[in-house]
């Protein structure tokens, strides 16, 4: 089933266009990943399907089990009732984990569940402890996340992304402010949420990470996609721009 199309974005800053017509689409079920240069717009493609930015153009649709939602550039915004129903349709877990630094690691887990979602404080408590459990972290509920490393921080937005019930997770490089033995914790724990048949988008510069987890790979560069398709394939391209890209990893 189709969860999300990204139709025609574009999207400039002072006169500089970003996403130059930029379109993807996001099944269920499957990890999508996204590649491609510092600067080349990955972050504010992932900004713009969260509605963290608008766009100027085309249209994001989150397909829901009945209901679609678009947004076109000119089209303005949803309802607000239907935007917060889109906002509960994905999580975004950002590189700098974006923790709240005043909550302890329960309460940043529980607070939108709670607050947002309206839902059963003992429901939600509950399945946060399953979520740090998860997580490795059962002994951290009451910690502050300066008490916490930078891959247990992650771990913590992780699991608040997750309480949210998202259909859809997206993560912004989660892996770049982290050592390398720190990368392979986050890394092992997307993968597991991948065998789980979580629907991820991850922008990633963890190229082994990308060719083995993903099942669609998009490269873009300049603020469009260059190449895409299935990681064997994409990882084989004989685009230069690509062969330019892979080769800095190497
Ligand atoms: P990436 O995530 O691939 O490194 P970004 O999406 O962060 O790329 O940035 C793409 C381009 O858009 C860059 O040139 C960046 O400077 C510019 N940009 C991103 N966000 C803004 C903003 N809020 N205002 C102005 N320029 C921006
Ligand atoms: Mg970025």
Do not use: W
């Amino acid at each position: 089933m189709r969860l999300l199309e990204m139709n025609h974005i574009k999207k400039s800053f002072d006169g500089q266009e970003v996403l130059k017509d930029i379109s993807i689409h996001v099944d269920e079920g499957e990890v999508l990943s996204i590649i491609g240069p510092s600067g080349s717009g990955k972050s504010t493609m992932l900004r713009c399907a969260t509605m963290l930015e608008t766009i100027d153009d085309g249209a994001i649709i989150y397909l829901g089990d009945k209901a679609a939602f678009s947004k076109d550039g000119h089209a303005v915004y949803a309802k607000a009732a239907d935007l917060k129903k889109i906002h509960s349709y994905y999580g975004l877990v950002f590189q700098n984990f974006n923790l709240f630094p005043h909550y302890s690691v329960i309460k940043n887990i529980t607070d939108a569940p709670l607050r947002v979602q309206k839902r059963n404080k003992s429901e939600v408590y509950a399945e946060a402890r399953e979520l740090l459990k998860k997580m490795g972290l059962e002994d951290k509920e009451n910690a502050y996340p300066y008490q916490l490393s930078g891959g247990q921080q992650q771990r913590v937005s992780i699991a608040r992304a997750l309480a949210m019930k998202p259909k859809i997770l997206f993560f912004d490089e989660p892996t770049s402010a982290l050592d390398p033995e720190l990368t392979g914790e986050i890394l092992k724990i997307i993968k597991n949420l991948a065998a789980e048949k979580m629907t991820m988008v991850i922008v990633t510069h963890e190229m082994n990470f990308a060719k083995n987890v993903s099942d669609y790979v998009v490269f873009m560069d300049k603020g469009v996609i260059v190449e895409e398709g299935k990681p064997e394939d994409v990882f084989n391209s004989e685009n230069p721009r690509m062969k330019e890209f892979l080769g800095k990893f190497e």
